[in-house]
Each structure stands twice: as structure tokens, then as C-alpha cells.
């Protein structure tokens, strides 16, 4: 596992672009962390590594939003689901065999679907307001 010190948003965007720029078809990006954590900074930066110059923002009440650039990615907010009917209703499942990217927030609340092969970030808060920790599984950046 790789730790990240992140000291602002703008540097976990930042690192969200470099991960987004080194992803292939079909990658899962697996978010863990609690409100405010900074999922959705990182997803934007992810986004932007992929060609997405705008639009990316949290999912919670559409529970998964589309986006089009190198690969189209699909950004999932899990924090709503509570169990295997929730998940099979979102449409999860069909998503995984699209070739897109997946990124899902609130990971931890579908830990039994999540893919073996996903690259899992867990972000927590670091010394001060604006620190993130950013724990790897599955990748270098």
C-alpha cells in the first residue's frame, strides 16, 4: 500500500489527474472515506486525467452520473445503499462489463461487489483541515 499526503484540494485533483491519465478500459477505482473526505476533488481530478474539463460532481441523488472523454467513466455514490437490492437496482452489474471506467464513493458500503483487481483509495484527514491521507491498493501514482 502507498500513502499520499495530499495539503490542499487543488493537490488531490492533482493526483486524481495523474491516476486518471495512467487508467485503461474496464479499470474500478473503489473510494473509502467518510464525508468530506475528498472523494469527489479526487474524482474530479481523475475525470480531468481522462479528458473531462467540467460537469464532475457528487452523484448522491442520481446515484451515478456518465461522463465522456478518453474513456467514459461512470461515478457511483454508494452511501444510499444498503443492501444487495439497492446495488442490483442501480444498474452496477451491467457496468462492470462496459469497458468504462468506474469510480464509486462509499465503497465500504459494497465491499462484497467490489472487483478483486480494483485500485482502492482510502482517504482519511490529515493534520490539518485541509490534509488528506491517501492510502493505494493496486497502483502507483
Known sequence: MQEYLSKSPAETEAFGKKLGEKLNPGSVIALYGGMGAGKTALTRGIASGLGIAQGVSSPTFALVHEYEGRLTVYHFDMYRVESWDDLYSTGFFDYLDTGGVMIIEWSEN????????????????????????????????
Not at 465491499?111 to 497502483?139: F, K, M, W, Y
Request: aromatic content about 0%; overall charge negative.
Open 110 to 141: 459494497i465491499e462484497g461487489a467490489i472487483p478483486d483487481n480494483a485500485i482502492r483509495i482510502h482517504l482519511r484527514q490529515g493534520e490539518t483541515e485541509n490534509e488528506r491521507i491517501l492510502s493505494c491498493e493496486g497502483v502507483n501514482v
